[in-house]
């Protein structure tokens, strides 16, 4: 069955502009979580969603934000970028949110100029 | 916040030779993960842990989930250079509010060479 599911893959933005991230999760996974992942911070938790709910949030600005749609792929927003949010944005999809050893997507990679 | 070190942060092995690396908790998890990241790609679950003392292979692959609760190591025997990659542990503690998010370790690059 098909994997985790990222778009896009690759993301140039300037400063100030905002960015809307994709992650389609495997078929019947209902648990969607988004990471930062930096050279500085390794891999950091930004929220986990479930039956389009947040359920859990990171110690992230409000500038990121994101939603889960009726058919469980979610969505990540970041506004007012800045050069600090490069990174590498992954997905990881599970079953239920008691499931922990979930699967990651290849990640979204963005670049702030 | 938790912590965790991961050590060591790089190896560089020869083909064959056996690998261990360990992490460490300044609190108590519940839940142990071994996760392997190439590059470019997002990381891969390796080995899950769920209770204290366990100790579970995955083809060449053993990890075990430490007695005190704070500490996991991973072994990988006979080293091929597919192995190749960052390593990395994360685990979770045990149920406090709403957190179920993961922590991750700073991950250890390994290098096999021929």
């Known amino acids: 069955k098909a994997g985790v599911t990222q778009t896009p893959r690759y993301l140039i933005k300037t400063r100030g502009q905002q960015v809307t991230l994709s992650c389609s999760p495997i078929?019947?996974?209902?648990?969607v979580s988004w990471y930062q992942q930096t050279p500085g911070q390794g891999l950091q938790f930004l929220f986990e969603?479930?039956?389009?709910?947040?359920?859990n949030k990171g110690n992230f600005p409000g500038r990121f934000s994101g939603r889960q749609f009726s058919n469980s792929r979610s969505e990540m927003n970041v506004s007012t970028l800045e050069l600090g949010d490069s990174a590498l944005y992954l997905c990881?999809?599970?079953?239920?949110?008691?499931?922990?050893?979930?699967?990651f997507g290849s990640g979204t990679r963005l670049t702030v100029v | 916040g938790q912590q965790l070190n991961q050590s060591p942060q790089s190896m560089f092995i020869q083909e064959g030779e056996d690998v261990s690396m360990n992490c460490t908790s300044s609190?108590?998890?519940?839940?142990w993960l071994w996760y392997k990241q190439d590059p470019g790609e997002g990381p891969v679950l390796l080995i899950a842990?769920?209770?204290?003392?366990e100790l579970t292979s995955n083809g060449r692959l053993t990890a075990q989930f430490g007695i005190t609760r704070k500490d996991s190591f991973l072994n990988i025997s006979a080293s091929i250079p597919s192995d190749v990659g960052i390593y990395f542990c994360?685990?979770?503690?045990?149920?406090?509010?709403?957190?179920?998010?993961?922590?991750f370790g700073s991950g250890t690059q390994l290098t096999v060479l021929p």
């Open positions: 969603y479930f039956s389009e709910t947040q359920r």
């Open positions: 078929s019947g996974h209902r648990s």
């Open positions: 990881a999809s599970s079953l239920d949110t008691s499931n922990y050893g979930y699967t």
């Open positions: 842990l769920y209770k204290a003392g």
């Open positions: 609190s108590i998890f519940n839940t």
């Open positions: 994360a685990g979770r503690s045990p149920p406090s509010g709403s957190a179920r998010q993961l922590t």
